[in-house]
């Protein structure tokens, strides 16, 4: 029987065991359009379990997937991807540091039409990375990333069988945009991502990188819960990831920069160097957020990469190329402490680069720092803040 405060933990548990019991066939190629359920590994980190080869609108469900390499890739293909109720294991690829090999992503789409990523497991994967919307909106085409449940995004090269290296490391997120233009309709919503210290390394949770949606649908950032964003070695003082990175990237031109982004809703808890920050772009938005971090290891040592709840800062000097604007942040609750500096120290805003030329209830006002010394309690509040909303609005995250 698990105790109520290790639910978390009995129900990885119990995943595992699950997954203990499943017989796994070879990769598999997928060559046409349909559904397609099974249970697929790969052992080998240079072959995706998984590899989607046709432009036709493929759909994987109610399967099991794990993989020393990729778990579902496409590149080049125009793949049109659902992926749902299905879980996800990244294996060790088990091969010395010098290789730079990570875990696997559980989707990674290069140059494709559409994807739906809904209520799948993602256990110790790199995230999902998508690269180049070439869709028809006409089509329904978009991206949609709902109700998933990830534990520990890592990126951390692998170093042997058994280990991970505590210092080499690529950038990896639960999931990135990157060069998706123009998309409409396109949805990051209700999903759970958790990531312990010492067992992960993402860099930003949610990152949009050289990415847009329209000013008619911008991309919708709702609802999730983030909690933990950690260097390879949670005690170091160099790490520049966290919660969300809304606007990212250096652009030449409006076009190509990152915009049209909204984020909202969203619980982020103990990401380390940020909560939410926007540092490229135009007309992106964070609003209605909880932004909590204790600034401590679950053990009780500080965290030295701890630095700021939100901020909008013009990090590339994008203002001068006329590429950085209309970024506001607004309506926020923020607790961001920095025990290195006292018990009370907080670091909860930072706004050089806010406009203050859009209408007051849209700049970077109305923020709200919460005062006292903020908690390890205070962010195990933040979980069970978010289980209540999940019940209140009947949402069933993972496979089901």
């Known amino acids: 029987m698990c105790l109520p405060v290790l639910t978390a933990l009995c129900a990885a548990l119990l995943s595992a065991s699950a997954q203990a019991q499943i017989t796994y066939s070879g990769p598999i190629t997928i060559t046409k359009g349909g559904v397609y359920s099974g249970n ?118 692998s170093d042997g069988p058994n280990a991970f290296s505590t210092t080499g490391f690529y950038r990896v997120q639960f999931v990135q945009f990157n060069d998706v233009k123009n998309i409409p309709n396109a949805e990051i919503a209700w999903n759970q991502i958790i990531n312990e210290p010492g067992k992960s390394r993402v860099e930003e949770n949610i990152n949009m990188y050289v990415s847009s949606g329209t000013p008619n649908s ?60 926007i540092a490229a772009g135009h007309n992106n938005e964070a609003y209605n957020n909880r932004v909590i971090s204790s600034g401590l290891l679950p053990d009780g040592r500080r965290i030295p990469s701890q ?11 994008d203002k001068a ?42 700049n970077c006002k109305n923020n709200t720092a919460l005062t006292g010394t903020i908690t390890r309690e205070m962010e195990a509040q933040e979980f069970d803040r978010w289980q209540a909303k999940l019940r209140a609005s009947r949402v069933v995250l993972g496979p089901n």
């Open 40 to 157: 697929w590994e790969s052992l080998n980190p240079d072959k995706p379990a998984v590899t989607i080869s046709t432009s036709e609108a493929v759909v994987i469900e109610n399967s099991n997937i794990q993989s020393r390499g990729a778990l579902i890739r496409s590149r080049y293909a125009k793949a049109n991807l659902t992926v749902r109720n299905s879980r996800g294991v990244a294996l060790n690829p088990g091969l010395a540091a010098s290789y730079r090999r990570t875990p696997g992503y559980f989707v990674h789409l290069e140059e494709f039409q559409s994807a739906r990523i809904e209520n799948n497991e993602l256990i110790g994967t790199s995230g999902m990375y998508f690269n180049k919307f070439l869709g028809d909106p006409n089509k329904g085409h978009t991206i949609k990333v709902l109700r998933n449940k990830a534990q520990n995004i890592d990126g951390r090269y």
């Open 218 to 277: 911008p991309v919708l950032i709702h609802d999730n819960y983030i909690q933990g964003a950690y260097p390879a070695d949670p005690v170091s003082d160099k790490y520049g990831g966290g919660g969300i990175m809304l606007g990212d990237g250096q652009a030449s031109s409006v076009a190509k920069a990152s915009a049209y982004l909204r984020a909202y809703n969203n619980q982020i808890v103990s990401t380390s160097n940020q909560g939410i920050a």
């Open 307 to 317: 630095n700021v709840g939100i901020y909008v800062w013009d990090l590339h000097g």
């Open 321 to 362: 190329r006329k590429t950085f604007f209309n970024n506001v942040m607004y309506n926020n609750v923020v607790g961001w402490a920095q025990p290195a500096k006292s018990p009370t120290a907080q670091n909860s805003f930072w706004f050089p680069d806010c406009d203050t030329e859009t209408r007051s209830s849209k």
